[in-house]
């Protein structure tokens, strides 16, 4: 079975080392080793050399030292340093993991912004699934004593899906998921009514039934396409939403009672190069727990490498 490591990324910030605890966990979920890296950009070429030997990076010497102390006990690690742009270079290790996790901000930029230039680059181009961490104080987070995030009484992964799309890498690995983590599946997926065309499509017959009509066929293609997944994995408690209403608000708020958010990079019927359709953006930019956003491409078995399109 292909074995690729679970990535995550850090640079010495507390987003980064929340990232890093998430991508241990992940690791053990899914028997794979972890390779924590730094990216680090302005570093003389003697320097960079040295690093990448396994000596002379602060930020993983500090990290190294930090677990140590601390007692952390990771899956097996492989601590890489790598001399360049973090934005180029970290989408580019997406050909090398089954999973990127980063947190939210690092120590660069703007303290306000939301998400960082690296998440974002990395959710719109990396070639498996990214998983963004937030901040615990995202509004609606509930914190601990620690000030860290509380987990949800009960495991739950949610997944958006347009049920008018063809999206089996998402849904994949939303229930592979669901299914390591002993959690159950809400699949949320939002749709506009009354239809409307475009004048542009003039030419197009608009829909001709009633909203219940058009809710009922699209819950059916929906079941189609959660079918074989279901067959896949009985162990997992499925809960379906379809609703007319905003898909990213109705993913925001199940982020508060969610341990992981599944969403799909774009739609494949606007293929126009790697980029974050409107859902996932929004997702990334609000929900308050952990996000996933799943390139196409993305195999449905326990190592994913990179999606369908979901809800984006």
Request: proline fraction near 6%; aromatic fraction near 4%.
């Amino acid at each position: 079975m292909d074995n690729l490591p679970v990535i995550v990324a850090v640079d010495g910030s507390a987003d980064s080392e929340r990232a890093l605890h998430w991508a241990a966990e992940a690791a053990r979920l899914r028997s794979a080793p972890m390779q924590v890296v730094h990216v680090w950009p302005y570093v003389t070429s003697a320097r960079a050399a040295a690093a990448e030997a396994g000596t002379g990076d602060p930020v993983l010497d500090e990290l190294r030292a930090k677990l140590a102390a601390e007692a952390v006990e990771l899956p097996e690690t492989e601590f890489r340093s790598l001399s360049g742009l973090s934005d180029t270079q970290l989408p580019a290790l997406g050909a090398e993991g089954q999973l990127l996790v980063l947190g939210s901000r690092g120590r660069g930029g703007f303290a306000s912004l939301l998400l960082g230039s690296n998440g974002m680059a990395c959710a719109a181009q990396a070639g498996c699934p990214v998983v963004v961490v937030p901040r615990p104080d995202r509004g609606g987070t509930e914190r601990g004593a620690d000030g860290e995030a509380v987990r949800p009484a009960v495991r739950q992964v949610t997944l958006g899906v347009d049920a008018s799309s063809d999206e089996p890498g998402a849904i994949g690995f939303a229930f592979a998921e669901a299914s390591r983590r002993g959690a159950r599946l809400k699949v949320v997926s939002g749709y506009s009514w009354p239809m409307v065309t475009p004048p542009a499509f003039e030419y197009v017959a608009v829909y001709e039934a009633s909203q219940q009509e058009y809710e009922d066929a699209l819950g059916k293609q929906l079941a189609d396409e959660l079918a074989p997944h279901r067959t896949r994995h009985p162990e997992v408690e499925v809960e379906v939403e379809l609703r007319n209403a905003d898909a990213a608000g109705q993913l925001v708020e199940a982020s508060r009672t969610s341990d992981l958010v599944v969403v799909a990079r774009h739609r494949r019927r606007l293929p126009v190069g790697p980029r974050l359709g409107s859902v996932a953006h929004a997702v990334l930019l609000h929900a308050v727990c952990p996000i996933a956003v799943v390139p196409e491409g993305t195999g449905t078995g326990g190592n994913e490498r990179g999606a369908g399109s979901a809800a984006g």
